[in-house]
């Protein structure tokens, strides 16, 4: 069984920075990929950023020049660097995980961004 952990939302002011972390563990062999999905209300769940084992990102065209997504292997953990933060960046942030090629999600971590 693997468990996503996530850590750092939280209440920023517009212009403002978080960083989001996810720990991956449990029966791990390997990380194929891992990345972050928001869902604001009323909307669909979007891509934020992702990292291949490869090192490998993606990024949606909304958060691109402003967040940035980091891996440290040792730790199994994801990190994504918000800056330059928006209002209608305020969305649950949910980490994502293919390991051996299963997917797994996070319970959500809530970032609010107000103007």
């Known amino acids: 069984q693997v468990q996503l952990v996530e850590s750092g939302g939280g209440l920023v002011q517009a212009g403002g920075s978080l960083r989001l972390s996810c720990a991956a563990s449990?029966?791990?062999?390997?990380?194929?990929?891992m990345g972050w999905y928001r869902q604001a209300p009323g909307k669909q769940r979007e891509l934020v950023a992702v990292?291949?084992?490869?090192?490998?990102?993606n990024y949606g065209d909304s958060v691109k020049g402003r967040f940035t997504i980091s891996r440290d292997n040792a730790k199994n953990t994801v990190y994504l660097q918000m800056n330059s933060l928006k209002p209608e960046d305020t969305a649950v942030y949910y980490c994502?995980?293919?390991?051996?090629?299963?997917?797994?999600w996070g319970q959500g971590t809530q970032v609010t961004v107000s103007s």
């Open positions: 449990g029966r791990i062999f390997s990380i194929n990929a």
């Open positions: 994502k995980s293919i390991i051996s090629w299963s997917t797994y």
């Open positions: 990292i291949t084992s490869g090192g490998s990102t």
